[in-house]
T-cell receptor, first 115, second 113 residues
Framework: EAQVTQNPRYLITVTGKKLTVTCSQN?????MSWYRQDPGLGLRQIYY???????DKGDVPEGYKVSRKEKRNFPLILESPSPNQTSLYFC??????????????FGDGTRLSIL | QKEVEQNSGPLSVPEGAIASLNCTYS??????FFWYRQYSGKSPELIMS????GDKEDGRFTAQLNKASQYVSLLIRDSQPSDSATYLC?????????????FGTGTKLQVIP
């Protein structure tokens, strides 16, 4: 089954404790992306990657890191989480073509609470 | 100016009516346009994608793209209560050789039985 898998689905942690949210896709997609979703602000792109070792900042990259060492995985790292990073996070992936991005497939989301 | 703008709603329509959702975008170099539906607490799911000017129909859904006016719309015919959700417009924008996807804040649709 084609899917994007995020883990964990829920996490409550404390300020300053490093955490990683994993994302894996089994569709051989080139493009992967992380979003956060906050009430009234919609989905905002944090980082994206167009292929292995190719990443770039989205609209809200501060406080986050990513890596793309393998095509299927795109982890999101919070080195020193703060309460303003409490949010619902989505990972997504898509094919890449001459038309640009194809439709994205989304993971089920990770609800992150930083106390 | 926001890069992708949508009316937040809620847009209320009676069951069986046509719902019309609109989206405008700022980057004239944008290539790919998408409509996603999102139920509360769930992940977005694709409704329609459109890449060239004109209309594209899929069942009860029609996407319309006008690149000259920089807008994209979604029509839902014979609206059903199950269509009640937030509809997100997404635009693939060029950014100095890289490509990023920008979402509007979404329009909440309520279909009243």
């Amino acid at each position: 089954e084609a899917q994007v898998t995020q883990n964990p689905r829920y996490l409550i942690t404390v300020t300053g404790k490093k955490l990683t949210v994993t994302c894996s896709q089994n569709m051989n997609h080139e493009y992967m992306s992380w979003y956060r979703q906050d009430p009234g602000l919609g989905l905002r792109q944090i980082y994206y990657s167009m292929n292995v070792e190719v990443t770039d900042k989205g609209d809200v990259p501060e406080g986050y890191k990513v890596s793309r060492k393998e095509k299927r995985n795109f982890p999101l790292i919070l080195e020193s989480p703060s309460p303003n990073q409490t949010s619902l996070y989505f990972c997504a992936s898509s094919l890449w073509s001459g038309l640009g991005n194809q439709p994205q497939h989304f993971g089920d989301g990770t609800r992150l609470s930083i106390l | 100016q926001k890069e992708v703008e949508q009316n937040s709603g809620p847009l209320s329509v009676p069951e069986g009516a046509i719902a019309s959702l609109n989206c405008t975008y700022s980057d004239r170099g944008s290539q790919s346009f998408f409509w996603y539906r999102q139920y509360s607490g769930k992940s977005p799911e694709l409704i329609m994608s459109i890449y060239s000017n004109g209309d594209k129909e899929d069942g009860r859904f029609t996407a319309q793209l006008n690149k000259a006016s920089q807008y994209v719309s979604l029509l839902i015919r014979d609206s059903q209560p199950s269509d009640s959700a937030t509809y997100l417009c997404a635009v693939n924008m060029n950014s100095g050789g890289y490509q990023k996807v920008t979402f509007g804040t979404g329009t909440k649709l309520q279909v009243i039985p």
